[in-house]
C-alpha cells in the first residue's frame, strides 16, 4: 500500500492565505484585534483565536481566524470551516482542511501554488469510484505528474492506477520513471516487484525484486508471501529474512515460520530443522511447530527422531494436527492400530478434523493391509459424532453434515444440512448447503430449487459464494438440458 499523508499547508510550510495586518500591535494590557489575528494565525494560538472571534474583524480575517481555530483545536468542529467559507468564499485554506476531495480541489484551484497537493488529491481519488474506475482519476494523477514531479508517492500511485485500468504497460514504464528519479524508492520498487509477479515475468522480476527487497520497506514481507506462490523460494528466503533483520510488528514468530517453510521448499532442510530445534526449545508447548520439525526430519531420514517429535506433539492432548501426523506416520511404519488410535483421538471433543480427513479419504493406499477398515472406521466417527435427532442446534448439525460429505456419505450429508436449515430457517446459507447436498447426490432439480431459496432469503448470496453460484449455474444447466 502506498503511504499517504496529507499534510496541511500550515505544518509543511506551504503559502496559506494568512490574516496579517500592518497594524502595530497595541502597548495595553488588551491586545489588538490584528495581534490577536496573527497569534492565531502563526501560532495556532487557541486562546487567541477564540478572543479574535468576539471582536470587529473583516470578512477575510474572520473567516481565516475560523479555519485556524479548526486546525488550532485538538478536536475538530467541522462547522468552523463550514462557517469560514460562508464568511469567505475564497478561502482556500477552509476548503483545504474539509475531508472531501472535491473541497480539496476547489482549494487548488483558489490557490495555484498548491497545486503540487494533486498528488494528495489522486491518492483520495483512488478511494472514490468517480475517479477510480474513469479517466477522471488518470487526469488527476497527471495533474500531479506535471506539478509535482519529485514527490516519491506520484509514480507507484500513478502506476497503481494505471494497472487497475489494466494499463500495465504504462504502469511499468511510471515505475521505471520513479525509479530512475529516486533509485532508494521503496514504493516504486516494490510496486515494479509485484507488477512482475503479477504477470509472471520471471527475467524481469528477479532484478526487480532482489532491487525492492534490498530497500528499507514495510511491504516486503507481502513481496515474500507473492514470491512463494510463484515458487521463486530464494527471493522469498531473501525477502523473510530482511524482514526479521529490520522489524518487529508482533508477527515476527509468524515471518520467522515462513521463512523455516520456504527453507524446506529449497531443500535446505538441516538449515530449516535447526531452526525449527531453535524455536521449539522456546516454545516447548507448541504441538504445531513440533509436528513440522519431525515432518523435516522424517524428510531427512532421521526416523527415529521424527517419532520422537511427532509422539511429544500428540502427547497428553487431543489435536487435530498432531493426532493426524502420528497417525500418519504410524500407517508408513505398518503399525496401522496404532495409526486408527491416532485418527480416533484426532477426532475427540471435535466434529471434525480435516488433517485426517484428508488422510482417510485422499490416501487410501497409505493403509494397506487395513484398507479394508477404513470405511468402518468412517462409519464409526460418523456414528459418534451425529447429533441426537431432536437436536436443535443448527451449527451442530452443519459440521455432521460436512463430515458426512468430507466421508462421501451424501444422503446423510443431505440429512444435516435440512436438520440445519430447519433450526435456523432465516440463514440463507443454510440453503445453500441443502441445494450443496442435492448437487452430491446429482438430485439436480432439487439443488436448484435450494439454491434459489437461499436467493430469496439473501438477495446476492449466490454472488457472493462463488463455488455455489458455480453447481447452482451446472445444476441449472442440466435441468433446462434435460427439458429440451
Request: hydrophobic fraction near 40%; proline fraction near 5%.
Amino acid at each position: 500500500m502506498i503511504a499517504m499523508l496529507t499534510v496541511s499547508p500550515i505544518s509543511s510550510g506551504q503559502t496559506a492565505p494568512a490574516a496579517k495586518s500592518t497594524v502595530r500591535v497595541n502597548r495595553t494590557h488588551h491586545p489588538s484585534a490584528a495581534a490577536l489575528v496573527a497569534r492565531c494565525t502563526e501560532q495556532l494560538d487557541l486562546g487567541a483565536c477564540e478572543r479574535a472571534l468576539k471582536l470587529q474583524l473583516s470578512p477575510k480575517e474572520k473567516s481565516q481566524v475560523l479555519a485556524f481555530e479548526f486546525e488550532a483545536q485538538p478536536d475538530s468542529d467541522w462547522k468552523l470551516l463550514d462557517a469560514a467559507i460562508a464568511v469567505d468564499p475564497q478561502n482556500a485554506l477552509a476548503y483545504f482542511l474539509r475531508p472531501n476531495l472535491e473541497s480539496f480541489l476547489k482549494a487548488i484551484e483558489l490557490n495555484p501554488q498548491w497545486k503540487r497537493y494533486y498528488v494528495d488529491a489522486a491518492l483520495i481519488a483512488t478511494r472514490n469510484p468517480k475517479y477510480a474506475s474513469t479517466d477522471e482519476g488518470l487526469k488527476l494523477w497527471q495533474l500531479a505528474l506535471e506539478n509535482a514531479p519529485d514527490d516519491p508517492r506520484l509514480y507507484p500511485g500513478y502506476a497503481k492506477t494505471l494497472k487497475a485500468r489494466g494499463k500495465t504497460g504504462e504502469a511499468e514504464a511510471m515505475l521505471k520513471r520513479g525509479v530512475a528519479a529516486n533509485p532508494d524508492d521503496a514504493d516504486s520498487a516494490a510496486e515494479l516487484c509485484d507488477l512482475y509477479i503479477m504477470e509472471k515475468d520471471f527475467a524481469k522480476l528477479r532484478p526487480a525484486c532482489r532491487r525492492a527487497i534490498e530497500i528499507p520497506t514495510g511491504r516486503v514481507d507481502l513481496l515474500a508471501w507473492e514470491l512463494v506462490d510463484v515458487k521463486e523460494y530464494a527471493l522469498a528466503e531473501a525477502a523473510y529474512r530482511a524482514w526479521l533483520q529490520r522489524y518487529d510488528d508482533g508477527q515476527w514468530n509468524v515471518r520467522f515460520l515462513n521463512l523455516v517453510n520456504v527453507l524446506r521448499q529449497e531443500g535446505k532442510l538441516a538449515e530449516a530443522a535447526a531452526m525449527e530445534r531453535w524455536y521449539i526449545a522456546i516454545h516447548p508447548d507448541y504441538p504445531g511447530e513440533r509436528v513440522q520439525y519431525g515432518m523435516l526430519l522424517e524428510q531427512m531420514g532421521n526416523i527415529a527422531a521424527a517419532q520422537e517429535q511427532y509422539e511429544l506433539a500428540a502427547k497428553d492432548r487431543n489435536d487435530c494436527g498432531a493426532n493426524a501426523q502420528l497417525g500418519r506416520f504410524y500407517l508408513h511404519q505398518k503399525r496401522y492400530d496404532d495409526a486408527f488410535k491416532e485418527f480416533e483421538k484426532s477426532y475427540e471433543g471435535q466434529s471434525t478434523c480435516p488433517d485426517t480427513t484428508y488422510i482417510l479419504t485422499h490416501n487410501p493406499d497409505a493403509f494397506g493391509t487395513a484398507r479394508s477398515r477404513v470405511l468402518a472406521f468412517q462409519s464409526t466417527m460418523l456414528a459418534q459424532a451425529r447429533p441426537k435427532d431432536d437436536e436443535k442446534s443448527a451449527e451442530a448439525w452443519n459440521r455432521y453434515g460436512m463430515m458426512a460429505q468430507e466421508f462421501g456419505r451424501f444422503q446423510e450429508e443431505l440429512t444435516a444440512y435440512r436438520k440445519a436449515a430447519e433450526s435456523s430457517p432465516n440463514e440463507a446459507f443454510r440453503f445453500g448447503a441443502v441445494g450443496w447436498a442435492y448437487y452430491d447426490l446429482h438430485r439436480f432439480r432439487e439443488a436448484v430449487e435450494a439454491f434459489e431459496q437461499a436467493e430469496k432469503k439473501q438477495p446476492g448470496y449466490l454472488k457472493s459464494a462463488p463455488e455455489v453460484l458455480k453447481r447452482y449455474q451446472e445444476s441449472l444447466a442440466i435441468v433446462r438440458g434435460s427439458k429440451q
